[in-house]
């Protein structure tokens, strides 16, 4: 078997947590190596729908250093604008993405954490999780689920709405993706809109930007021991993007409450009445990918990793980034990450032992 490469860090993922915290390992002069298993550069962001769109505009859209271009025109920028920021983003600092390259385990190594891959081994004295959730689609297990025998997808894998067009579909999920989705289907397709709540659309001014700034403040408010006061609004509510208001406007944003169970042809709604089906749409999310952790003995019963800071709990070798809230406030995000991926940093930089260096 060939030898182990040795790096003082290793991040696995090269979306736009691996490389914001790339960013700030180059900062910090640690030797470092970002593996990912894409073929291309991007993360997620590739294989995203046709239209999909931020939520945000551009310039509070943005990875640590270089702002991401603005978009011509008033719009939010789509998916080939962010993917081809973050294939420039990486270009620009010229971080040490190897790809593909998928890891299988991460172990225990004497003092090191060992990285097995299909493309060889790593040591490292400090390795950064950020494998995002893309590769793991939620659906919830509704009865009959199995026995439906019209079409299911999940929002990872939808890509347009021609091949649903003039059918009967159910698009379920409270939030933006089903949001957005359901707004595109409804034009060409007989779309219904299943959510457990009532969603709550958020007024036509306000963006991601805000909802990150009401973040940011409640944040500061906690550190400063002041009351945060009520949450206003959170990063899964739907924002009004422009596909959105104009399916709002034309009255198609309608939602109704879950169905109890599938039957072969449909669903049965509460009230026991049938409803055809030909295509259901999950947009029910993602959860951490984080299996290649597991020889660690890490994960919890809940799926997640105990964090302090960004540093794991129950092996101080190990940092995660960019999984949501509980990696850091809105570290899913890419606006958010910049906050989340400098202070695994720093935290990697204080455990080496190693002076600190300005992340400002
Ligand atoms: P990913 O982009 O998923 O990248 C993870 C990388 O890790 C991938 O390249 C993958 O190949 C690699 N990987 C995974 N497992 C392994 C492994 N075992 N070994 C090696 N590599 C591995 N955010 C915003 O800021 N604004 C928005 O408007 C917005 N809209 C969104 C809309 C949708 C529909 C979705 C799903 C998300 C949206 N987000 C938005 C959220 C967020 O920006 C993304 O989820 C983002 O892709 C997360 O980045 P990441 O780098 O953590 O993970």
Request: charged residues 20%; contains cysteine; glycine residues 12%.
């Amino acid at each position: 078997m060939a030898e182990a490469q040795s790096r003082q860090v290793v991040v696995i993922g090269g979306g736009q947590s691996g490389l914001a915290t790339g960013y700030f390992l180059r900062r910090a002069g640690l030797d470092f190596e970002i593996l990912d298993a894409n073929w291309k550069p991007g993360g997620a962001w590739p294989s995203a729908w046709d239209s999909l769109h931020l939520f945000s505009p551009a310039q509070s859209s943005s990875l640590p250093g270089w702002p991401m271009p603005p978009v011509l025109g008033e719009g939010y920028p789509g998916r080939d604008h962010v993917a081809a920021y973050l294939a420039a983003y990486e270009e620009r600092y010229r971080l040490p993405v190897r790809r593909p390259v998928r890891v299988e385990a991460v172990e225990r190594a004497g003092d090191q954490l060992l990285v097995r891959t299909d493309a060889g081994s790593w040591t490292a004295s400090a390795v950064v999780s950020a494998t995002g959730g893309a590769s793991r689609p939620f659906i919830p297990d509704y009865p009959g689920r199995v026995t439906f025998g019209g079409r299911q997808l999940h929002s990872s894998s939808y890509r347009s709405p021609q091949d649903l067009a003039g059918q009967r579909v159910l698009v379920v999920g409270g939030g933006n993706s089903g949001a957005q989705i359901l707004a595109e289907l409804s034009l060409v397709a007989d779309a219904t809109w299943v959510t457990p709540e009532p969603p709550t659309l958020l007024p036509d001014d306000v963006d991601g930007r805000v909802l990150f700034e009401r973040a940011t403040e409640r944040i500061r408010a906690q550190q400063q021991g002041r009351d945060p006061g009520p949450p206003l609004g959170g990063l899964g509510d739907i924002v009004m993007v422009p596909p959105v208001s104009e399916a709002r406007d034309r009255g198609a944003l309608h939602s109704v409450r879950p169905f109890v169970r599938h039957d072969p042809r449909g669903v049965v709604w509460r009230d026991g009445s049938h409803c055809p089906v030909d295509a259901v749409i999950w947009c029910t999310g993602f959860r951490p990918a984080l299996e290649h952790l597991a020889p660690l003995g890490v994960l919890e019963p809940d799926g997640r990793i105990a964090v302090q800071g960004a540093q794991c709990v129950r092996e101080p070798r190990l940092w995660l980034v960019g999984y949501g809230d509980w990696t850091g406030v809105a570290s899913a995000t890419l606006a958010g990450v910049t906050r989340a991926a400098r202070g695994a940093v720093q935290e990697i930089q204080e455990a080496a032992g190693a002076p600190p260096v300005s992340m400002a």
